[in-house]
């Protein structure tokens, strides 16, 4: 599937491991990532597992793209902080009084309410990342075969879904380049939005006409389940396999040992020990090790 001028989150067969990986494969190794952010809350460990994403980025050939959806996550993650800040009042340790906030109440800011903010946006940061990482690197239609077997209509319109975004993204990029062509003058504001909305509406409610017309004289109404096709498993599949087994192993450790606990509330614990830090090194590693082997990887 080749993007759209311009759209860059789109995901687009290149030579890495975690494009050569199977979509399951893949596909658990990111839920296990996303686990592991969801299980941990030790600010150290929760950086250590954003320094094992950003690496895979860099390993999968996304690091520009997952790059600019950090920024986007920084403009979600800011308010995160500052609202927990202005809104929580548990924590012991005040360093600023706003006096009274009426229906708020007193407008103490406590250290807790900072930290604990600061790690939620980052939990929300590394999720962020970690399902642009994987749109950018698993393959949707083959991810989408997996579940065909269980529903060939659902699965089918899924894929249809997917493929439609960069075709309705290419429509609007062509639309605006078509208003500024005009010898009136392009218009501007919300009036050019709503035009080019209208506009792209419109279009893909004729495109969807014709899918669907198309689909139905070829037979795709009386479809049946779908043929198991399998292959055998590739260096790849095993390693991200065993990476995200892994990843999980040691986020469920770090949890019930203490090795990764923290509490804000009513004052800060955060004990970083040498366990904390091998768990620290070990996410990392576990995260990027799939990525040294890189045999076999052309698209």
Partial sequence: ???????????????????????????????????????????????????????????????????????????????????NVLVSREGLTVFARLGDLGPFGQGDLTLEALVYGAVI??????????????GLSIDPDELLRVFRRLSFRSALTASLATRMLPVLAADSQRLAEAQRTRSSGAPSGARARVALLGAMIGGSLDRAMDVAATLEVRGFAGARRAPRVTRPFSRHDMAFSASATAILALALAGRLTGAASFNAYPSLRMPTGAGTLTLCAALIAATLLPFWDRRGIEP
């Fill in 121 to 134: 946006a980052l939990k929300v940061t590394l999720l962020i990342l970690v399902t642009t990482l994987a």
């Fill in 1 to 83: 599937m080749k993007p759209a001028m311009g759209m860059t989150l789109f995901y687009r067969r290149i030579a890495s491991p975690l494009h050569a990986a199977r979509a399951g494969a893949g596909a658990a190794w990111a839920l296990s990532l996303t686990a592991a952010t969801l299980i941990l809350f030790h600010p150290i460990v929760l950086l250590a597992l954003l320094a094992g994403v950003l690496g895979a980025a860099a390993g999968a050939g996304v690091r520009r793209a997952v790059a600019r959806s950090l920024r986007t996550a920084l403009i979600v993650a800011l308010p995160i902080v500052l609202i």
